[in-house]
């Protein structure tokens, strides 16, 4: 079956069930090119909230999904992918951070959108990339002690943007965490004219040597608006795909092979193709979990407008 055969039946398919393709930036371009909405998570959370779709097929990792279903509990929502999990997620569990609540209740916890719905649950408020910032000044003001992961690199950097103070859970993307000080020298003395920019889950060290920090819209935004028309990119090598398509006249280099997250990269065609006619891999929340976790994603919504 050719691709665009497959596109045909998916467009039939979304028309008869009143489905909706939700992808990450992340995903490989076929998939994005079939979705009705491609962003990062923020801006999918906020999606997945307001669609009137009766299904939501979400192309990405599955907290991603679970995000949604918090968002969305009375809509079907499929995982392409059930396996597609996320290694920084993985790193907090729910037995530690509901130890740490116990220990600690009167921090303030501030929970990383990639985390299960089961440490959800226990988080005063949920940021993403995109509003961490914005939302850590927004709860420093209380002059309560703060908990802030599972991304020990988001933290450390919103720490270096003010005078903050958080706890780190020790988690980390093993992507992102990987990129080195001597892969942004090895990137710059080949393409010398161009802008490194980079996510803020890469290390300080990484930040650093960055003309730009920011999430992936936000980087796809910075690249857009700029009047530089070369880019070492410093994060997921899927973004390229939306930076080229926006950009057809500037150059993107990734920083590193190494730059690719294998748990995204799960989801093929073919996944969402049979995922969305045979409506597999329904993600299912149970109600008492789900009624705890929506809370902090309910609040990120509300400091996001
Ligand atoms: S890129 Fe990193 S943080 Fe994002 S889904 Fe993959 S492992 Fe998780």
Same mark, same amino acid.
């Given at each position: 079956m050719t691709k665009e055969e497959m596109y045909n039946d998916i467009r039939k398919w979304k028309k008869e069930k009143n489905a909706i393709i939700l992808a990450h930036y992340y995903q490989d371009g076929d998939i994005q090119d079939i979705a009705d909405y491609v962003g990062d998570s923020l801006a999918l959370a906020q999606k997945a909230s307001k669609t =009137?779709? =009766?299904i939501i097929v979400f192309c990405g990792v599955h907290f991603m999904a679970e995000t949604a279903k918090l968002l969305s509990p009375q809509k079907k929502v499929l995982l392409p992918?059930?396996?597609? *999990? @996320?290694v920084m997620a993985d790193m907090m569990d729910e037995a530690a951070i509901k130890k740490y609540k116990e220990e600690n209740p009167d921090t303030i916890i501030l929970m990383y959108v990639n985390s299960t719905a089961n440490c959800k649950q226990y988080a005063d408020v949920c940021v993403t990339s995109s509003n961490a910032l914005k939302i850590i000044d927004h709860y420093s003001k209380l002059g309560k002690k703060m908990l802030y992961g599972p991304d020990k690199n988001l933290g450390a950097y919103a720490m270096s943007k003010s005078d903050v103070k958080l706890d780190l859970w020790p988690g980390f993307c093993g992507i992102h965490n990987g990129m080195k000080v001597k892969d942004v020298e090895a990137a710059k003395a080949k393409y010398p004219n161009a802008e490194f920019i980079a996510h803020p889950e890469c290390n300080l060290d990484v930040l650093a040597m960055a003309n730009y920090i920011g999430s992936t819209k936000q980087l796809i935004e910075y690249v857009t608006e700029s #009047?530089?028309?070369?880019f070492i990119v410093?994060?997921?090598? *899927?973004v390229l795909h939306e930076m080229k398509k926006r950009n057809p006249n500037k150059n993107f280099y990734i920083l590193? =092979?190494?730059? #690719? @997250?294998y748990e995204m990269k799960l989801t093929r065609l073919e996944d969402l193709y049979n995922c969305l006619k045979d409506e597999l891999n329904e993600i299912i929340i149970p109600s008492d979990v789900s009624q705890k976790a929506v809370k902090c994603v309910d609040k990120m919504l509300e400091l996001s407008k």
């Open positions: =009137d779709a =009766d992918v059930m396996e597609a *999990g @996320c #009047k530089a028309t070369e410093g994060t997921e090598m *899927g590193s =092979d190494r730059l #690719k @997250c």
